[in-house]
């Protein structure tokens, strides 16, 4: 699976993003797909998954602000963000790994979110 990451760019606070994961190569049907992001000088970051039975979950800062959603027919993954903050700044990874992996196998380049204040 080749995991392609776009929809980045520079916002200013209060700001709605929409960074969409596109898989070629084989169906992400089935598939767990993750956002993280990292920040220089930070370690990686779980943001959201979103599992092929539709479940998601957030991690607690995000929670209420994005949204992680599917859509198949066009093999992509989408994360949804409003009320974007500078702390939200950093590299975005898209990730995806099979329901029966705890780590993910495939990751997209990264796309750069930059909120200003």
């Known amino acids: 699976v080749q995991l392609q990451a776009s929809g980045g760019g520079l916002v200013q606070a209060g700001d709605s993003l929409r960074l969409s994961c596109t898989a070629s190569?084989?169906?992400?049907?089935?598939?767990?797909v993750a956002w993280h992001r990292q920040t220089p000088g930070k370690e990686r970051e779980f943001v959201a998954e979103?599992?092929?039975?539709?479940?998601?979950y957030y991690t607690d800062s995000v929670k209420g602000r994005f949204t992680i959603s599917r859509d198949n027919a066009k093999n992509t993954v989408y994360l949804q963000m409003f009320d974007l903050k500078p702390e939200d700044t950093a590299i975005y990874y898209c990730?995806?790994?099979?329901?029966?992996?705890?780590?993910?196998?495939?990751w997209g380049q990264g796309t750069q979110v930059t909120v200003s204040s």
């Open positions: 979103i599992r092929g039975t539709g479940y998601t």
């Open positions: 190569g084989r169906t992400l049907e089935r598939y767990c």
């Open positions: 990730a995806a790994r099979m329901p029966t992996q705890s780590t993910y196998s495939y």
